[in-house]
């Protein structure tokens, strides 16, 4: 093994281990959230589990569009809709009731009534029509250079949406990626889902598909379980505290 490939094992055996302490870590942060409702003292929950809210999670993109696609051919959509889906399971495990706008990649209107606006008019309907619904929308980004990485949570317009995605970014920022600068920042207006909704909603960027060692993270599974732990944590602890 020459030096190169010694260097690359490290860096491999590295970051295997950054992913077990982060799983390691987000065991933890669900297992003593769980233990707390379970055992806790029981203080009055701003939000029962009747009306703690319905999760409506957006993976982004899907059917005849992929959204971003990475230099290896990796597509955002299919991605976006892993994490959805770990997301989806993990929500039921906790008792949280949700919907989803999309449940695979098949498209949901035959490709030439295909529209991206009418496609996404019906997600925020989707949202609109949920009664108590919070929206968290998933997305991967990209650049047009190698080096912008990390994740960033984009909020809509109003103080619970900012509110949900603060604390998002910072959980995400704390459990997987401390060396992250990122802020959380509102959503720009363009963005149709985050202006086409009254509840709370935020779109996560969870890392870019231009930057390799971010794509790598985001292809295993297992960062994408943890991805799932940390959002499903963060829609707890904000329905669970709307006054921190
Ligand atoms: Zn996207």
Not at 20 to 29: D, G, I, P, Q, S
Not at 207 to 230: E, I, T
Request: proline fraction near 5%.
């Amino acid at each position: 093994m020459n030096p190169k490939e010694q260097g690359k094992t490290a860096g491999l055996t590295f970051r295997r281990k950054r992913i077990l302490a982060t799983l390691a870590a987000v065991a933890l942060l669900l297992g003593s959230l769980w233990f707390a409702e379970a055992f806790g003292p029981k203080r009055t929950p701003a939000f029962s589990a009747a009306d703690r809210g319905i999760l409506v999670i957006d993976p982004g993109h899907g059917g005849i569009d992929g959204g971003a696609i990475a230099y290896n051919g990796v597509k955002e959509s299919e991605l976006n809709l892993s994490i959805a889906l770990k997301m989806q399971q993990l929500a039921a495990f906790y008792g949280i009731e949700t919907r989803m706008t999309r449940q695979d990649e098949s498209p949901r209107t035959e490709l030439d009534s295909y529209s991206e606006r009418e496609e996404l008019a019906y997600r925020a309907d989707l949202a609109e029509e949920t009664e108590n619904s919070v929206l968290i929308s998933i997305h991967q980004n990209f650049f047009l250079t190698s080096q912008p990485s990390g994740a960033q949570v984009l909020y809509g317009s109003g103080t619970e949406s900012r509110r949900l995605g603060e604390l998002t970014h910072r959980n995400l920022v704390e459990a997987l990626q401390p060396t992250n600068r990122r802020v959380a920042a509102p959503a720009p207006a363009e963005l149709y889902l985050t202006s086409h909704v009254s509840c709370p909603v935020i779109l996560v960027e969870c890392g870019f598909l231009s930057n390799l060692s971010d794509l790598q993270l985001l292809s295993d599974p297992r960062y994408q379980s943890a991805l799932a732990a940390v959002l499903i944590s963060s829609f707890l602890q904000y329905t669970n505290a709307p006054n921190l």
